[in-house]
């Protein structure tokens, strides 16, 4: 199986991670997608189970896994304005710096937000949530 490219990879036992990654295919332009990690071959993506479970990543044309905030920048910037502007800021100082702090809050409290299940609740054995 060869890895996907230009991917959104979200927890797909969460809640809040299901929606606001169907939220951002809604608006992706033609050739970018979202799949929930199970079933993808985590192996073939250079990714674990704790990757994946702690933070979402976009898969490039590359293949290079991008993870947590920078990752949520990557694939906005596929999607139609004024999500892709959003995006392209994302990935620029002071936005990036500011995107890479508040992603690991929303990512360890996923589970008090809308949409949220039990499941959203991050394995406490997971490590630290560090973007690229």
């Known amino acids: 199986m060869s890895a996907p490219r230009r991917v959104l990879i979200y927890d797909g036992d969460c809640g809040f991670c299901t929606q606001s990654a169907k939220f951002i295919e809604a608006r992706f332009t033609p050739g ?14 250079g990714l674990s189970i704790d990757d994946v479970t702690t933070a979402a990543y976009w898969v490039d044309d590359r293949g290079t896994p991008h993870r947590g905030s920078a990752g949520i920048a990557r694939a ?4 139609t304005a ?3 502007f959003a ?17 690991p809050v929303v990512a360890k409290n996923r589970h008090k937000l809308p949409g949220a299940t039990d499941a959203c609740a991050i394995p406490a054995s997971s490590s630290t949530i560090h973007d690229d």
């Open 82 to 84: 004024p999500w892709s």
């Open 76 to 79: 906005l910037a596929r999607a």
């Open 87 to 103: 995006g392209w800021a994302m990935r620029v100082p002071p936005v990036s710096w500011l995107a890479a702090a508040v992603y």
């Open 32 to 45: 970018s997608t979202i799949a929930p990690w199970h079933a993808l071959d985590l192996d073939a993506l």
